[in-house]
């Protein structure tokens, strides 16, 4: 009679033997997901300053749009009181010249201005996007009352009476293309959205419980 054969033993389960520990009061805890950046309030006041900032910048940017724009030539003739107005070149390009000198300046202010705020804070995120888009479009309403109020007169009548009849004298900034008040928050966002997207910081992929970091993978 042969003897009964015994069974093979059960795999060891560790399992059982496991200790959860919690970690003592007051030691740093890990966190599976990477941080989110500054708080909200943090972000908030770092928006503020930024739309603060590129607002007063649109004082330059109409100092510069007096100085560089072309200038529009009106004479003023008599005829017994009547006083009349007129281009002296009605075929030049001027006025178009006006609106173009603002456009591309806006345009570069903006990328500046976008370059800029992506330096300070690489992260990005919306309350500083709403902040240069918001910051932009003040700026550009601040240069283009600052260049009218700085430029000639508005009154071109009395403009002319004071120049006398036949002499050339400026006509008063206008900005024709109001369109062209969007143009630096267009480009301020454009521009950092960009640098964000091909320079900006990357947040790691989550990793599933267990799986140990591939060495060889690329870092982010």
Do not use: C
Request: zero cysteines; hydrophobic letters at 45%.
């Amino acid at each position: 009679m042969t003897a009964p054969l015994n069974p093979p033993p059960p795999p060891h389960d560790d399992s059982a033997h496991q200790v959860w520990q919690t970690p003592p009061a007051g030691a740093p805890v890990a966190s599976a997901y990477p941080e989110d950046g500054p708080g909200m309030k943090t972000e908030a006041r770092e928006a503020a300053v930024i739309t603060l900032v590129v607002t007063v910048a649109g004082a330059l940017l109409g100092l510069l749009w007096l100085w560089l724009t072309p200038h529009v030539p009106l004479v003023g003739e008599v005829s017994g009181r009547t006083w009349t107005v007129y281009l002296k070149d009605s075929e030049g390009e001027q006025a178009i010249g006006v609106d173009g000198t603002f456009t591309l300046l806006a345009l570069a202010f903006g990328a500046v201005s976008g370059l800029a705020a992506f330096l300070w804070r690489r992260r990005g995120g919306v309350p500083l996007v709403v902040a240069l888009a918001l910051g932009g479009l003040l700026g550009s309403v601040l240069a283009w009352r600052l260049g009218v109020w700085l430029g000639p007169t508005s009154d071109v009548i009395a403009h002319a009476r004071a120049v006398g009849k036949g002499v050339t004298f400026q006509a008063p900034l206008r900005l024709g293309a109001k369109a062209a008040l969007l143009s630096w928050p267009f480009a301020a966002v454009l521009v950092h959205l960009g640098l964000t997207a091909l320079f900006g910081p990357r947040d790691p992929e989550p990793q599933q419980p267990g799986e140990r970091p591939d060495p060889f993978s690329p870092a982010r």
